[in-house]
């Protein structure tokens, strides 16, 4: 976007118009406020998104997000679920926050969604989570996610389903290499399994997108 000489551009202040909507007690107001505050995140420039999320977190704004992400409102879920997608892949200070924001059993129990989309989004959040440090990663390994994402790749490969689910079988290959990249000393079977796994899915007629995940996942490997 180009500015004009003397005109100031857009500030990380510019997020906090929404939070009186955000952290109101009224459902509709935090529909409202959540959704613009989204969009906010989603159009700004990316050089002051970590200082909006900072204020975020100072003002109360994240913890509001969490308890949304939480919450039996699937519209808040959703919003809640694009801010910590925001968070785990800022820098390593964000997702500190969004691993000890109390979200990890709600994330690795959205894998299993019926919604493609929820699916989605808490796989995004996840393996960012394991691509930030080698903590978070074995936490997650230790609770089964990397062996929820292989078990659901395999199950879309022997059903020759990867590129009916393009999304999300990208999204998981894109994942399972963050934690190939982050978890030190991962068990030999499973790996083997995903070495396994990677070279079927490269002779498949796919889209190059998912060709590119599996090179990088046995260049990794």
Do not use: G, Y
């Given at each position: 976007m180009a500015f004009r000489l003397g005109l100031q551009g857009p500030s990380a202040e510019e997020v906090t118009k929404f939070f009186d909507n955000v952290l109101s007690d009224d459902e509709f107001l935090q529909i409202t406020g959540a959704d613009d505050l989204v969009k906010w995140l989603q159009a700004a420039d990316p050089a002051i998104i970590n200082d909006a999320l900072d204020l975020m977190v100072t003002r109360g704004v994240v913890k509001r997000f969490a308890q949304f992400f939480r919450s039996e409102n699937l519209n808040l879920q959703d919003k809640a679920g694009v801010v910590f997608g925001f968070l785990s892949c800022g820098d390593t200070r964000h997702a500190t926050i969004a691993y000890n924001s109390g979200i990890l059993t709600e994330c690795i129990d959205r894998l299993s969604s019926g919604d493609l989309d929820i699916r989605v989004k808490n796989a995004w959040i996840l393996g960012n989570l394991a691509a930030d440090e080698t903590e978070c990663a074995v936490t997650l390994l230790s609770k089964g996610v990397l062996n929820i994402m292989v078990d659901q790749l395999a199950a879309m490969t022997t059903s020759n389903e990867i590129s009916t689910y393009i999304q999300y079988s990208t999204m998981l290959l894109w994942a399972i290499n963050h934690f190939?990249?982050?978890?030190?000393?991962?068990?030999?079977?499973?790996?083997?399994?995903?070495?396994?796994?990677?070279?079927?899915?490269?002779?498949?007629?796919?889209?190059?997108?998912?060709l590119e995940e599996c090179c990088y996942g046995l260049a990794t490997i």
């Open positions: 190939l990249k982050s978890a030190p000393e991962l068990p030999t079977p499973l790996i083997l399994r995903i070495q396994e796994l990677l070279c079927t899915i490269i002779v498949m007629n796919v889209e190059d997108c998912v």
